[in-house]
């Protein structure tokens, strides 16, 4: 018998007393990791108005409801909030004066639903999740999504503020368009919820970038660019130029190197790097553009990061609600 063969039935004639003495015992014996506690309920959110959010999602998280509920309860804070500039009501219109709106949502079973060019309806999140739950269709989009919205019940308003109004007639001045970073860009909140029975649902609403071609659609309400859940792994969303994101389906692909073994974090970095490269190769100047991630996985582990500096997220979890800044991948 061999030195390897003999040390080996030395350890496991010790760990099977262990374990009848004391099953902890055996666990260091071997040296195997106890099981790491999952991390919930949590939800996360973009921007720093997504503390506000993450209050009303939790409210329903801390009473043992749906991710799905929590989500939608939560990004409805902005929506609804005439002093942000960038959601919902309050949101400053398109270069024809028209506040258009884009949001989508999905469930732990991949259950979608969205909506995209949505005028005079104060919450899109909530009629796409109407699409979602009582269509057999994924996406509607401007006059349809309306017509839709109203035979749901949903109220028509104008959604135009005096306030997006005076600044839209004095961008008429000059007309000229130009993305300010991390001003007119972050103009998305993206949510991702974990609740307690362990089931991922997210959710992303905007009322894109302000003076757009009418007629554009950014990332945030196509599933895959702007948001992305897998139950069986974890959800991303993100924010910023919505073109970038589209280019590289980014959230799905934050999703999918989850899946390969990478952390939240890595994988959030890994996206932003590859739209870099793609910002690179098309010889476009990366100090002009913004994009963040942000991902949770099953295990309620969280990875924030963005192209520049200037990204924040909230984060609430039995610890309490916290603002956190992104890390960032080009020092300008």
Known sequence: MNNNRRSFLKKLGVATAAIAINPLEAKNIFDIPAPKKVNKPIVISTWDFGLKANEAAWEVLKNKGKALDAVEAGVKIPEGD???RSVGYGGRPDRDGKVTLDACIMDENANIGSVAGLEYIKH?????????EKTPHVMLVGDGALEFALSQGFQ????????SEKEWKEWLKESKYKPIVNIENHDTIGMLALDEY???SGACTTSGMAYKLHGRV?????IGAGLYVDNEVGGATSTGHGEEVIRTVGSHLVVELMRQGRTPQQACEEAVRRIVKFIHNRKKDVKDIQVGFLALSKKGEVGAYCIQSGFSYAVYDKTGNHLHKSNFEVKL
């Open 82 to 84: 005439p002093t942000e």
């Open 124 to 132: 899109p999140i909530s009629v796409a999740r109407a699409v979602m």
């Open 156 to 163: 028509k308003e104008n959604l135009l503020t005096p306030e």
């Open 198 to 200: 362990g089931n991922l």
């Open 218 to 222: 950014g990332d945030s309400p196509i």
